[in-house]
T-cell receptor, first 115, second 114 residues
Framework: GAGVSQSPSNKVTEKGKDVELRCDPI?????LYWYRQSLGQGLEFLIY????????KSGLPSDRFSAERTGGSVSTLTIQRTQQEDSAVYLC?????????????FGPGTRLTVT | AQSVTQLGSHVSVSEGALVLLRCNYS??????LFWYVQYPNQGLQLLLK??????LVKGINGFEAEFKKSETSFHLTKPSAHMSDAAEYFC????????????FGAGTRLAVHP
């Protein structure tokens, strides 16, 4: 079956613009995670969704970052007023449930470059 | 708080040689441990995981890892490296009993030369 998909695969934007990154998880997966991979910070957790609610937003770096999930499926990560330090690869992962040890399946990522 | 340390940001081995990638963790609760591999311009793929039970875990592509509680380690090994093993490898711990978010190490880039 289809894996986790993300769009766009690459996004170049000017500093100060808003961007939206999309994640389509594996069908039936209730848990969805966003991570960010950057040269300086490595791989870091951003936000976790269980269904449409986000009980853990602890990794969002600032209030310019927000995310939503609708219909228990597609999720959108929005970055407002982008800064150069937002340049990174944004990875989405989904798992069947949030049970400890449940395998997370990762998408290919969206590479964001802020100029 | 949980954390993961991967010793060696770059490891280089000859084809056919033993691969050993080191991972140490810190956790106040029994950890769940993972190794992921990332090939260039691709997402992360699970190699293997430890949750409970047998401490020697076998994964895909001939990799295995042993959970050693006394050493707080979860080193990844493969007896014989193949050129196709060249990639970046990440060790991770999840917050057992929480939301299963992953805490990653900094990664080790493995190079395999002929």
């Amino acid at each position: 079956g289809a894996g986790v998909s993300q769009s766009p695969s690459n996004k170049v934007t000017e500093k100060g613009k808003d961007v939206e990154l999309r994640c389509d998880p594996i069908s039936g997966h209730t848990a969805l995670y966003w991570y960010r991979q950057s040269l300086g910070q490595g791989l870091e957790f951003l936000i976790y969704f269980q269904g449409n609610s986000a009980p853990d937003k602890s990794g969002l770096p600032s209030d310019r970052f927000s995310a939503e999930r609708t219909g228990g499926s597609v999720s959108t990560l929005t970055i407002q007023r982008t800064q150069q330090e937002d340049s990174a690869v944004y990875l989405c992962a989904s798992s069947l449930d949030r049970g400890s040890g449940s395998e997370q399946y990762f998408g290919p990522g969206t590479r964001l470059t802020v100029t | 708080a949980q954390s993961v340390t991967q010793l060696g940001s770059h490891v280089s081995v000859s084809e056919g040689a033993l691969v050993l990638l080191r991972c140490n963790y810190s956790s106040s609760v029994p950890p769940y441990l993972f190794w992921y591999v990332q090939y260039p311009n691709q997402g992360l793929q699970l190699l293997l995981k430890y949750t409970t039970g047998a401490t020697l875990v076998k994964g895909i592509n001939g990799f295995e890892a042993e959970f050693k509680k006394s050493e707080t380690s979860f080193h990844l090994t493969k007896p014989s490296a193949h050129m196709s093993d060249a990639a970046e490898y990440f060790c991770a711990v999840s917050d057992a009993g929480g939301y299963n978010k992953l805490i990653f190490g900094a990664g080790t880039r493995l190079a395999v030369h002929p």
